[in-house]
């Protein structure tokens, strides 16, 4: 049982550089997240997925694009990465989005766009 | 003013120590507030739910107030392996907003 696994760990791109970050979890978790955090500024959502099939934005989606695969998989893709992206991207999953569902976190992307 | 506050730190207590984290938010309306622990470098993990009525977890205790719109954390007799940074999280309609984080340094 892996929980939250996402790829790659590391990655340096070129401004103008497309990339896409991968996530999986095996906990049959209805929804799944993507975050960036950077200094100072904590936790941010980008956008969510409440349940397969279905993709919302959050707090600071522009730049970021995202697919919902099956249940199992939610990618974040950045089109055109600007230095301004440069930072570390977290999935999560949670088993509903329910007030007191935990929400399980991947072990990170860290994004430098040079 | 943030929608979720909390002093960055470092606190740096002796082990063995008691020690308090307060976070503060601005949305009276909020559902529902949690404490995640983040290790250098890793990723955050779920501590412990606040519930209304305060809640313990064996040398941790959370406690809401909400008259006074705050989440305490305290930490009793501090280990070594405390040592992280603690991120305070409230849940309201449609939001999940997650603190800059207090950072926790148990010393010798």
């Known amino acids: 049982n892996a929980g939250v696994t996402q790829t790659p760990k590391f990655q340096v791109l070129k401004t103008g550089q497309s990339m896409t970050l991968q996530c999986a979890q095996d906990m049959n978790h209805n929804s799944m997240y993507w975050y960036r955090q950077d200094p100072g500024m904590g936790l941010r959502l980008i956008y969510y997925?409440?349940?397969?099939?279905?993709?919302d934005k959050g707090e600071v989606p522009n730049g970021y694009n995202v697919s919902r695969l099956n249940k199992r998989e939610f990618s974040l893709r950045l089109e055109s990465a600007a230095p301004s992206q440069t930072s570390v991207y977290f999935c999560a999953s949670s088993e509903a989005r329910g007030y007191y569902n935990e929400q399980f976190f991947g072990p990170g992307t860290r994004l430098t766009v040079l | 003013r943030k929608e979720v506050e909390q002093d960055p730190g470092p606190f740096n207590v002796p082990e063995g120590a008691t020690v308090a984290f307060n976070c503060t938010y601005s949305?009276?309306?909020?559902?529902?507030f949690f404490w995640y622990r983040q290790d250098c470098r890793k990723e955050p993990k779920l501590l412990m739910s606040?519930?209304?009525s305060g809640n313990e977890d064996g040398r941790f205790t959370a406690q809401l107030n909400r008259a006074s719109q705050y989440i305490s954390l305290l930490i009793r007799d501090s280990k070594l392996s405390d040592s992280a940074t603690y991120l305070c999280v409230e849940r309201g309609y449609q939001k999940v907003t997650f603190g800059t984080g207090t950072k926790l340094q148990v010393i010798p």
């Open positions: 949305n009276s309306a909020s559902q529902s």
């Open positions: 997925s409440a349940s397969e099939g279905t993709t």
């Open positions: 606040v519930y209304s």
